[in-house]
Structures are given as C-alpha cells and as structure tokens.
C-alpha cells in the first residue's frame, strides 16, 4: 500500500532554515506529481507547493513563495521541501502526498516549530 514518511522537522530559531524529506512507497512515485501540506494548530490543512512528474514546480501558500523550493529524487523515491528564512507563523505539521491522492492516507507528518 501507499506510504509516505515525512522527516526533517524541528525547532529553528526565526530567520533559519530547514530541509524536510517524504520518501515514498507502494506505488510508481515517478508517475506522480507530489505535494507538500501544512497544518498549524487550530488551522486547516493548507496546500504549500506541488512539484510534478516532469518537475514543473507550483507554490500555492503566498506566504512562502520566494522562501520555499520543493525538489525530487525519483531514485530515492523522494520528495523535499527547502524552507528558508523560517517564520514563527511557519509552525506546523509538514505532510507530503502524491497527486492525484484518491483514498490514500495521511502520513504522520513531521513537525516544524519556529521559535526563539
């Protein structure tokens, strides 16, 4: 089945940097567009960006454009998601998924705290 395991998250000060990873299974990740997905407490889910099968990249948050890169290691089965001069309004839980999605389930997401 289709599972996806998100890493990389943790505690930065404002102003630093994080790079998260999804490496996926159970399905051919080259033939997919991959997401990234936020959520902050007490928040809805929010789309952050989409990179497709042929790496054409989409930020959907206008509060991280300029500040996010989303890449993909198709070998690896990897998707990243570079975030640079963190905001504390940047706090949340990160979730990859693939694109289409149909019933797939949420991974356990990684978590991303931006604080002093």
């Known amino acids: 089945q289709v599972q996806l395991v998100e890493s990389g998250g943790g505690l930065v000060q404002p102003g630093g940097s994080l790079r998260l990873s999804c490496v996926a299974s159970?399905?051919?990740?080259?033939?997919?567009?991959m997401r990234w997905y936020r959520q902050g407490s007490g928040k809805e889910r929010e789309l952050v960006a989409e990179?497709?099968?042929?790496?054409?990249?989409?930020v959907f948050a206008d509060s991280v454009k300029g500040r996010v890169t989303i890449s993909r290691d198709n070998p690896k089965n990897t998707v990243y998601l570079q975030m640079n001069s963190l905001k504390p309004e940047d706090t949340a839980v990160y979730y990859c998924?693939?694109?289409?999605?149909?019933?797939?389930?949420w991974g356990q997401g990684t978590q991303v705290t931006v604080s002093s």
């Open positions: 998924k693939r694109f289409p999605s149909g019933s797939d389930s």
């Open positions: 159970g399905f051919a990740f080259s033939s997919y567009a």
């Open positions: 990179i497709s099968q042929l790496r054409k990249i989409t």
